[in-house]
């Protein structure tokens, strides 16, 4: 029988087929760790003697979490970081620079690579036709060492649509949610999913991004799209086609279930508190008062969600009971904002920009929430607690909903 997308970047990499359910030791492209789980693996490779690193050049610490640090105990592991790379020559990307996931994707990966990361929504890099996942701190320390890991082999979900495009007002991040909410938070365990199909073939990568990166809030090991003409024009972009290659899966290929969305009948959706499979249409949410709105992460917070937004909020005020925040996802996006004037139209909405980087999403600085209070973001998560105050209430949106919200004061879509 065939193999699956997992099933054959595993293979490749570990020089035999290997087949869902095996388990199987290979080497790995890259690996990345940030500031918030990076300082324990570090401390991991000391206590094991290992300070070391296999591939230099293909491990990148990412100063994002924090950034910049608001206390002395993060700015100290920001450093135990930077003293790490000095003592190995890994790579660092500073304080300011973005998110590493958007940046993995911008700078590093590349269809049929393997990418493991200290943190969970490293299943970004599946847009790529990466196998990209996130693992714990102290695997991730040995990979940094040795240049390899194990996995057990994923089985595969493989999710289609049907229909020819999104109904207005609706985005990749609504389909996830949806997606989400029928599969439940953790209704793929350890699975891969495969996004498929005449309708993913033509996503943009910025969709499938947002999609990649949400695999791991139904449980995921991955979220994978094969590699095709989207790949390969979203890899020129940033000056990598060399580096491109088509990757399908097979079409014998096994699935253990195969998932349909109709696209067409889609609305706009939202997540409510405080899992992210509950949800539902925004225009079923009722009547949600919001106190601040965030417009960015890891999820989206590239450009075209910064125009998406901009453009809903050009030549108008955000509500005065409303903050609302704007994180770019990296330095270089901050840098086309500020060519296109979305920065100034944010600020004449009366919007705050922060740095690029995880910003508000975290709950360490810029934006945590007071005693029940209320904020509509476009992150991927909103656990009790997760942006700083388990008091608080979190909601998951479009950047879309995000903005229209911001102007009305309460959760609203076009």
């Known amino acids: 029988m065939g193999l699956t997308l997992s099933e054959k970047i ?4 570990s020089g035999r087929e290997v087949k869902a359910g095996e388990i199987t030791v290979c080497p790995v492209d890259w690996v990345l760790m940030q500031d918030g789980t990076g300082p324990l693996a570090v401390r991991q490779l000391e206590k094991l003697n290992m300070v070391k690193a296999a591939h230099p050049d293909h491990v990148v610490l990412f100063l994002d979490h924090a950034s910049p640090s608001p ?57 790529l036709t990466v196998f990209a996942t996130g693992m714990g701190s102290t695997d991730v320390a040995v990979a940094i060492a040795t240049g390899k890991t194990w996995f057990r082999v994923p089985e595969t979900f ?21 997606l989400i909410g029928r599969l439940t938070a953790d209704g793929a365990n350890y699975k891969a999913l495969q996004f498929d199909g005449p309708f993913f073939e033509n996503m943009e990568v910025k969709d499938r991004l947002t999609i990649s990166n949400m695999a791991v809030e139904a449980g995921a090991k991955v979220g994978l799209f094969p590699s095709n003409k989207m790949t390969q024009k979203y890899l020129r972009q940033y000056g990598r086609s ?110 705050v920009i922060l740095p690029p980087g995880c910003a508000a999403c975290v709950g360490v600085h810029q934006g945590i929430l007071g005693d029940n209070e209320v904020c509509l973001s476009t992150q991927n ?34």
């Open 242 to 351: 060399r580096n491109y290659r088509e990757i399908l899966p097979d079409k014998d290929a096994v699935y253990e279930r195969v998932v349909e969305i109709d696209v067409e009948k889609l609305r706009p959706v939202i997540s409510k508190p405080h899992t992210v499979d509950n949800v539902c249409f925004v225009d079923e949410v009722g009547d949600v008062k919001v106190d601040q709105v965030l417009i960015g992460t890891c999820t989206n917070g590239r450009i075209e969600d910064l125009r998406l937004a901009a453009g809903i909020l050009k030549g108008r005020k955000v509500a005065g009971s409303v903050r609302c925040l704007v994180a770019p996802g990296s330095r270089s996006i901050y840098q086309q904002a500020l060519k296109e004037g979305l920065i100034g139209i944010f600020l004449d909405a009366g919007c």
């Open 71 to 127: 206390k002395k105990e993060l700015s100290n592991d920001h450093n135990t970081l930077r003293d790490f790379s000095r003592k190995t020559g890994v790579l660092v990307s500073e304080i300011g620079e973005g998110i590493s996931h958007q940046i993995m994707a911008e700078k590093y990966i590349n269809p049929g690579e393997i990418l493991v990361g200290s943190d969970s929504h490293t299943c970004t890099g599946g847009a």
């Open 381 to 414: 998560r909103n656990f009790k607690g997760r942006m700083g105050n388990p008091d608080s209430s979190i909601y998951l949106s479009s950047p879309a909903v995000a903005a229209c919200s911001a102007l009305e004061g309460r959760i609203t879509s076009f």
């Open 10 to 13: 595993l293979s490749e990499h």
């Open 158 to 178: 493989r999710i289609t649509a049907k229909g020819k495009k999104f109904p207005k007002g609706v985005y990749a991040k609504d389909l996830m949610l949806y």
